[in-house]
Every structure is written in structure tokens, then in C-alpha cells.
Antibody, heavy 122, light 107 residues
Framework: QVQLVESGGGVVQPGRSLRLSCASS????????MHWVRQAPGKGLEWVAI????????YYPDSVKGRFTISRDNSKNTVFLQMNSLRPDDTAVYYC???????????????WGQGTLVTVSS | IVLTQSPGTLSLSPGERATLSCRAS???????LAWYQQKPGQAPRLLIY???SRAVAFPDRFSGSGSGTDFTLTISRLEPEDFAVYYC?????????FGQGTKVEIK
């Protein structure tokens, strides 16, 4: 069965960096785009990043563009989220999710990880 | 595309009918509108996709409808396990967008 397991969350000071990982199993990882979606405490869902199946296409909202970078290692079935210049409003649970397509549009998100909490605080 | 969900909170009793609205800022292809259910401490779960196709894990008391800019999630008779937050999502572009959510709470 499809499994997505996030790791790497924790408490970090404003301005510092953090790298999240999402290890995948139960499907052919290299055939699917992958997403990161976050949820601030008590708030709704916000797309953070999308990466195409081959890693050649990435998409970010303005709120994280230039600070966050999504990448993937298809040999290790893992997607990453490098977060730099973190701010208190980046505090959230970060979920990875699997797309149903190569490029990250046209498919709902059927599979989600359990999430990892990132807290940005001094 | 901005998705606006209403109401923000719906207070109902078990057995009642719930009607949740999702309005888009511009017309959406019905193939690209989904609904998710989220319970406290859990990841969202895909409930409805392509406006009206129900995920296999959910019973037929859940239904989706709509077209253009107006979409609806209906729960015909609320069961205790249905009290949760529901999000609509447009996934026709990268990145897509989520609505802000509707909380269905026990009255």
C-alpha cells in the first residue's frame, strides 16, 4: 500500500534553515509528481511546493518563492523540502502528498503523509 | 482561482442534512474540483473528486455537485463520525488552490 512518511520537523529560530524529507513506498515513485502542503495551527491548507515526476518542473506560491526549494531523489523514493530564511508564519504541519499525474496538475491528492510539525520561534 | 467556502461553521445534529458551498472566483472545469475531510490531528482525506465522484472509502450519504463557479458537498444524514472540517480544492493548474474550509460541528 502507498505510504508517505515525513521527517525533519522541529523547532528552529527565525532566519534559520530546515530540510524536510518524505520517504515513499508502495508505488513507482518516479512516475508521479509530489506535493508539499502545509497547515498553520488552527488554519486551513496551503500549497507550498510541487515537483514533477522527473524533477525538472517546480511550482511555488509567492509566500515561499525564493526561500523554499523542493527536490527529489528517485533512486531513494524521497522528496525533500529545503526551507531557508524561515519566519514565524512558516510555523505549520507540513504534509507531503502524491499526485496522480507526471506534472502536478489535473489530479486530486489521494495519498498524504501524517505530517511533520515545524515551529519557527526564538 | 480563489475558492470561497461557506458557511465557516455549520452546527447540526446527527441525522440532519449538511450542505456545504464552495464558490470559485472564475469558472472551473468540473473535472478538477475535489473535497477533502479532515479530522483533528489527521491528514486530509480525499472525499470527492471531479465534482461528484466519491472516493471508495466513503459512504453514499456523501455527494458532490455543481458547475461553473458554484459547487456543493451534501451529507444527507450526518453520522457522528462526519463531524469534521471539509475543504474544497481546485486542481486544474499548478499550483492549485484550497478553500478555507467549513467546520461541521455537533449542535
Amino acid at each position: 500500500q502507498v505510504q508517505l512518511v515525513e521527517s525533519g520537523g522541529g523547532v528552529v529560530q527565525p532566519g534559520r534553515s530546515l530540510r524536510l524529507s518524505c520517504a515513499s513506498s508502495g508505488f513507482t515513485f518516479s512516475n508521479y509528481a509530489m506535493h508539499w502542503v502545509r497547515q498553520a495551527p488552527g488554519k486551513g491548507l496551503e500549497w507550498v511546493a510541487i515537483i514533477s515526476y522527473d524533477g525538472n518542473n517546480e511550482y511555488y506560491p509567492d509566500s515561499v518563492k525564493g526561500r523554499f526549494t523542493i527536490s527529489r531523489d528517485n533512486s531513494k523514493n524521497t522528496v525533500f523540502l529545503q526551507m531557508n530564511s524561515l519566519r514565524p508564519d512558516d510555523t505549520a504541519v507540513y504534509y507531503c502528498a502524491r499526485d496522480g499525474t507526471y506534472y502536478g496538475s489535473g489530479s486530486p491528492l489521494k495519498y498524504w503523509g501524517q505530517g511533520t510539525l515545524v515551529t519557527v520561534s526564538s | 482561482i480563489v475558492l470561497t467556502q461557506s458557511p465557516g461553521t455549520l452546527s447540526l445534529s446527527p441525522g440532519e442534512r449538511a450542505t456545504l458551498s464552495c464558490r470559485a472566483s472564475q469558472s472551473i472545469n468540473t473535472n478538477y474540483l475535489a473535497w477533502y475531510q479532515q479530522k483533528p490531528g489527521q491528514a486530509p482525506r480525499l472525499l470527492i473528486y471531479a465534482t461528484s465522484s466519491r472516493a471508495v472509502a466513503f459512504p453514499d450519504r456523501f455527494s458532490g455537485s455543481g458547475s461553473g463557479t458554484d459547487f456543493t458537498l451534501t451529507i444527507s444524514r450526518l453520522e457522528p463520525e462526519d463531524f469534521a472540517v471539509y475543504y474544497c480544492q481546485h486542481y486544474g493548474a499548478s499550483p492549485g488552490t484550497f478553500g478555507q474550509g467549513t467546520k461541521v460541528e455537533i449542535k
